[in-house]
């Protein structure tokens, strides 16, 4: 899955519109919660050094907000990275140049929308 395609998969199946927070950065752009404005994904592109490959270039990734367990086991993975710019025991860095296959992507921004949606109030008694 590329850049494009996850925009897409993202804007059919989920109630939210791409936000540009950066003015420096104007191809990082976050999905949010339409309630509740938590993010789910941010979608960028980054040095590949800033990622730790050893070579020249930039890299489209995806963060999602991702269980503490499976970081662990999905680091060990091609087109997987400690989360930039995010907390790395909460939050992962995926690349979106076909190195993941689209239904693990899938399977993680689904994982991150619902750890991301507010939580039922429980009225006090």
């Known amino acids: 899955m590329n850049r494009a395609e996850l925009e897409r998969f993202i804007l059919e199946n989920y109630n939210a519109e791409p936000d540009f927070p950066w003015l420096k950065y104007p191809k990082y752009e976050v999905f949010r919660h339409s309630n509740s404005k938590k993010w789910f994904a941010l979608i960028m592109d980054v040095p590949k050094s800033k990622l730790g ?43 979106l140049d076909g190195s993941v296959p689209d239904d693990k992507i899938k399977m993680l921004l689904n994982g991150s929308y619902d750890a991301t949606a507010s939580k039922p109030t429980r009225k006090r008694q």
């Open 53 to 95: 490959l050893q070579e020249p270039g930039m890299l489209d990734v995806a963060n999602f907000k991702c269980d503490a367990l499976l970081i662990g086991s999905l680091r060990c993975e091609a087109g997987f990275f400690p989360a930039y710019h995010m907390n790395k025991d909460s939050w992962i860095t995926v690349a």
